[in-house]
T-cell receptor, first 112, second 112 residues
Framework: KAGVTQTPRYLIKTRGQQVTLSCSPISGHRSVSWYQQTPGQGLQFLFEYFSETQRNKGNFPGRFSGRQFSNSRSEMNVSTLELGDSALYLC???????????FGSGTQLSVL | EDQVTQSPEALRLQEGESSSLNCSYTVSGLRGLFWYRQDPGKGPEFLFTLYSAGEEKEKERLKATLTKKESFLHITAPKPEDSATYLCAVQAGYSSASKIIFGSGTRLSIRP
């Protein structure tokens, strides 16, 4: 069974640009959540989608958005990039709420 | 404010030297506590879920326990391959508004 797939693996952008990250969950998993990981802040919850609906949102500015498609694949978008957005962005899928998370390897975003 | 604190930040052990990692939490409505292992350059990998005080789970050299205020991850006779960052996460809140909050992790290093 294939795991959670995130693309791209690495990304370099400049301030002011926007970026879209992609996540394909494990087959059959309907819940997809996104996290930002930095050395200083650790893992911070961004948002969670279930059956194409955003069910929860963390404390991030509106520049961070996401969506989920009918096949459960998810994308997250960051507009007007700032230097502080440099981080590892992790996607995780689960069968349902309160279930263990399966993480992808992440997208390492560097903003110059 | 919901909070999850892990200690110590880093721990260096000799191979075979047993120890414990701590995860203390202050949350409203604990729904579950999770332990994950993260290797460099990879996403976290699920280890255990604990739901109620007094519960224990074991897997190879690892044993997780839960009380009303904290959880311990005991590692018995560790090997170098146990070196990783161990993350604790708490699912808190009621109904569909629950969120998963991660601790900052404990970096475990096992010397041969």
């Amino acid at each position: 069974k294939a795991g959670v797939t995130q693309t791209p693996r690495y990304l370099i952008k400049t301030r002011g640009q926007q970026v879209t990250l992609s996540c394909s969950p494990i087959s059959g998993h309907r819940s997809v959540s996104w996290y930002q990981q930095t050395p200083g802040q650790g893992l911070q919850f961004l948002f969670e989608y279930f059956s194409e609906t955003q069910r929860n949102k963390g404390n991030f500015p509106g520049r961070f958005s996401g969506r989920q498609f009918s096949n459960s694949r998810s994308e997250m978008n960051v507009s007007t990039l700032e230097l502080g957005d440099s981080a590892l962005y992790l996607c995780a899928s689960s069968l349902a709420e309160n279930e263990k998370l399966f993480f992808g390897s992440g997208t390492q975003l560097s903003v110059l | 404010e919901d909070q999850v604190t892990q200690s110590p930040e880093a721990l260096r052990l000799q191979e075979g030297e047993s120890s414990s990692l701590n995860c203390s939490y202050t949350v409203s409505g604990l729904r579950g506590l999770f332990w994950y292992r993260q290797d460099p350059g990879k996403g976290p990998e699920f280890l255990f879920t604990l739901y109620s005080a007094g519960e224990e789970k074991e897997k190879e050299r690892l044993k997780a326990t839960l009380t009303k205020k904290e959880s311990f991850l005991h590692i018995t006779a560790p090997k170098p391959e146990d070196s990783a960052t161990y993350l604790c996460a708490v699912q808190a809140g009621y109904s569909s508004a629950s969120k998963i909050i991660f601790g900052s992790g404990t970096r475990l290093s096992i010397r041969p």
